[in-house]
């Protein structure tokens, strides 16, 4: 399963990524800005989906508001 940002670059495991988009986090008045860094992913059972800490918390993020970092 391939794993690609919004720019179709290869994500793998322990990555950083940067948010190309302000995000309102759900059940949260929090919203992530643009450009903020999320290090050290880990890959999901979704090609869609990648998890990381951000904000503070761990969090899912869809892989189609990041780039490669």
């Known amino acids: 399963m391939d794993v690609k940002d919004s720019n179709g670059t290869l994500l793998s495991e322990g990555d950083s990524v940067t948010l190309i988009k302000d995000l309102k986090v759900k059940g949260s008045s929090q919203t992530l800005k643009r ?24 969090m899912v993020l869809k892989t189609q508001f990041l780039k490669k970092a």
Do not use: D, M, P
């Open 35 to 58: 450009g903020t860094l999320v290090k050290n992913i880990r890959l999901t059972n979704s090609a869609e989906e990648i998890e990381g800490r951000a904000g503070g918390t761990t």
